[in-house]
C-alpha cells in the first residue's frame, strides 16, 4: 500500500544527521517560491491568513529560497514538519529498515513541492494547498498542480506492485490529486471522538490518529488493506457497523 499525509505548518528545524533525497518536484517548488516571492508582505499575510510577523517570516524565506539545492539549507521532509500528524507517526523513532520502507510506501503531499518521500530535502517554507497564489497555471495551487500528483502517485504505487492508496491526509491536501486522473482504490481511515453517544471527527485528534496509521501501516510492513482494521493506537477500535469499505471508522471514548 502508498499511504499519502499532509505536511504541517510548525516546522522541527533540528539538524538531522540522515542522508536525503531530492524532490521529484524540484522544479516546480523553486517556480512557486519565485512567485511568492513577488508578493508584497500585505499580499502574503492575505494570502494565508497570517499574522505580520508570520508573514515577515515567510517573506523572508521565500527571498532566501536557494534555486540550487547545494545552496540551500535543507531537512528531511517527514522530520521536518512537527504538526499533530507528525506527532502520531513519530518518524525520528522509525529504525532505519523502517525508515527505507518508508521512503517507498508514504508520501506527503505540499502545496510547494507537490509530493514528497521522508527523508527529500526540503527548505523551510509555508504554503498551504489551499493558497490562491496565482500562476501561469491558474488562480490557485489546485489550479498548478493539476493531475501532476495523480500522475506521480499512479507511478510510485507501480513502482512498489500496489493498487491501494491509503488517504491519511486532509480535504484540503488530498483535494489536489485529480480523482479522474488516479488509477487507485482510495481508502480513507475515519477517526472519532466518543463523547455522551454522539461520534464526531475532532481536528485536533483525527490528525494525530492519521500520522499513527501512517506508522502502523510503516512498522507492520501492510500490504492487505483487511489488516487496517486492526489499528488500536491511542485506544481507537475499528467499528464496522459505522464503517463502508473504503471508509473504515475508528472511535474512541472522547479524550477531553
Not at 489488516?227 to 464496522?240: I, K, Q, V, W
Request: charged share 30%.
Amino acid at each position: 500500500m502508498l499511504v499519502v499525509i499532509s505536511p504541517a505548518k510548525r516546522l522541527d528545524w533540528a539538524e538531522r544527521d540522515i542522508a536525503v533525497t531530492e524532490p521529484a518536484f524540484q522544479d516546480d517548488a523553486v517556480r512557486l517560491a519565485r512567485s511568492a516571492r513577488n508578493l508584497t508582505l500585505a499580499e502574503l499575510k492575505k494570502l494565508m491568513d497570517l499574522s505580520d510577523d508570520l508573514a515577515r517570516l515567510n517573506r523572508d524565506r521565500f527571498r532566501d529560497f536557494a534555486e540550487a539545492p547545494e545552496g540551500a539549507v535543507t531537512r528531511p521532509a517527514a522530520l521536518a514538519f512537527a504538526g499533530e500528524t507528525y506527532l502520531g507517526l513519530e518518524a525520528g523513532s522509525l529504525d532505519s529498515d523502517e525508515m527505507d520502507w518508508a521512503q517507498d510506501h508514504l508520501r506527503i503531499l505540499s502545496g510547494l513541492y507537490g509530493l514528497l518521500r521522508p527523508l527529500d530535502a526540503i527548505q523551510a517554507y509555508r504554503l498551504e494547498m489551499g493558497s490562491k497564489l496565482k500562476t501561469r497555471r491558474g488562480k490557485s495551487l489546485y489550479d498548478y498542480w493539476g493531475d501532476q500528483l495523480s500522475g506521480a502517485l499512479n507511478a510510485q504505487a507501480a513502482e512498489i506492485g500496489t493498487d491501494v492508496l491509503v488517504n491519511c491526509a486532509s480535504q484540503e491536501y488530498f483535494g489536489a490529486v485529480a480523482p479522474k486522473a488516479l488509477k487507485l482504490r482510495v481508502i480513507t481511515p475515519v477517526f472519532m471522538e466518543d463523547k455522551g453517544g454522539a461520534p464526531k471527527v475532532v481536528s485536533f485528534f483525527a490528525k494525530r490518529a492519521r500520522g499513527a496509521m501512517a506508522r502502523y501501516v510503516i512498522q507492520r510492513r501492510l500490504t492487505d488493506p483487511a489488516s487496517l482494521t486492526e489499528f488500536d493506537a491511542g485506544g481507537y477500535a475499528y467499528r464496522p457497523e459505522m464503517s463502508k469499505p473504503d471508509r473504515p471508522v475508528f472511535l474512541r471514548p472522547y479524550q477531553g
